[in-house]
């Protein structure tokens, strides 16, 4: 079959399952199948697919008809301009948490060998992209599943930064425990979808695991727990960076003891709010708050 035929069918089969861009998904599909970039597709339509290859492109159309996420059929996603494998054991990265990297790194750019923990890594996307743009930075990242590590590890191979990012499997920030006051700031993208909210996900998204999305009864259960016990561990004037739901700013606030912390949020741009980051203050004189939060 021609390259230009196989589109064809291809992007019917989606349409016909009410897949959002068919002709698009068809094309990455394919494109991933003969190993070239979507444009060749354009250039070659005349271009014959062995047996083995449109028996291959079928496969995965109808596996994307099942809602089966691209991202998991291919085994790629860009992030921050960086392509990272991707398999079901992980979160797919989202756009919008390159607000939070770029956020981030912004932050770090006056800090020569900045410390950094990312906490809830999946499949690295934040701690390897911020490795990779702070070229003197150490990072720590931590997952609770040991497939989503297999992953990560595999991509700061990939981009070149595995002499620099740590991986550990553990719960929040147990892993660092001893690491006290050591951070100059700690990446947070951890499940924050309502419990209750997870039913009425769109089928893809419930492709992607449970334990990467659901945030417990108000969406806000990881970072209850994390907010206090990062305090400990960040240096004084050191940042916590938490991706939320816009819809919990306001809860999110609420977590962070005044006096101790100085928070503020910022939004994407389309205006809604998406990252929350908290700079731990130091002590003041006279202070009784701020000097039991720099010392705890
Ligand atoms: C929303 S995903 C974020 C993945 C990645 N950081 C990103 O931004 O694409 C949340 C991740 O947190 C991990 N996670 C969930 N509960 C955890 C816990 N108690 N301790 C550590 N990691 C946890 C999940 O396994 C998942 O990989």
């Given at each position: 079959m021609w390259v230009k035929d196989i589109l064809d069918k291809g992007t019917a089969a989606l349409r016909e399952a009410r897949v959002d861009s068919p002709r698009l998904d068809a094309e990455v599909l394919l494109s991933h199948v003969l190993r070239c970039e979507r444009v060749m597709l354009l250039k070659e339509p005349e271009r014959r697919l062995s047996d083995s290859e449109s028996a291959f492109f079928m496969s995965l159309v109808a596996r994307r008809a099942a809602a089966e996420p691209i991202a998991y059929l291919t085994g790629k996603k860009e992030f921050m301009g960086l392509v990272f494998n991707v398999s079901?054991?992980?979160?797919?990265?989202?756009?919008?948490?390159e607000l939070l990297v770029e956020t981030a790194a912004a932050l770090l750019s006056g800090i020569a060998r900045p410390v950094i923990a990312d906490v809830g890594t999946g499949s690295g996307a934040i701690a390897v992209s911020l490795a990779f743009l702070a070229p003197g930075a150490r990072v720590f990242a931590v997952d609770a599943d040991p497939a989503a590590l297999t992953v990560a590890e595999d991509n700061a191979v990939k981009h070149g930064v595995a002499d620099r990012v740590t991986f550990a499997v553990g719960d929040l920030l147990e892993p660092l425990?001893?690491?006290?006051?050591?951070?100059d700031l700690v990446a947070a993208n951890l499940p924050y979808i309502p419990s209750a909210a997870m039913e009425a996900l769109p089928p893809e998204v419930r492709r992607e695991p449970t334990a990467a999305l659901d945030g417990g009864p108000d969406g806000l259960l990881f970072y209850r727990r994390l907010v206090p016990e990062v305090k400990r561990l960040l240096k004084r004037g050191g940042r916590l960076l938490a991706e939320i739901d816009p819809g919990q700013a306001r809860a999110m606030s609420a977590l962070f003891q005044a006096g101790t912390w100085s928070v503020e949020f910022r939004a994407d741009l389309s205006g809604r709010t998406r990252v929350v980051t908290a700079r731990l203050l130091g002590p003041q004189a006279g202070d009784e708050t701020a000097t039991e939060a720099g010392s705890a």
């Open positions: 079901p054991a992980v979160l797919i990265p989202r756009p919008e948490t425990r001893g690491q006290v006051a050591v951070f």
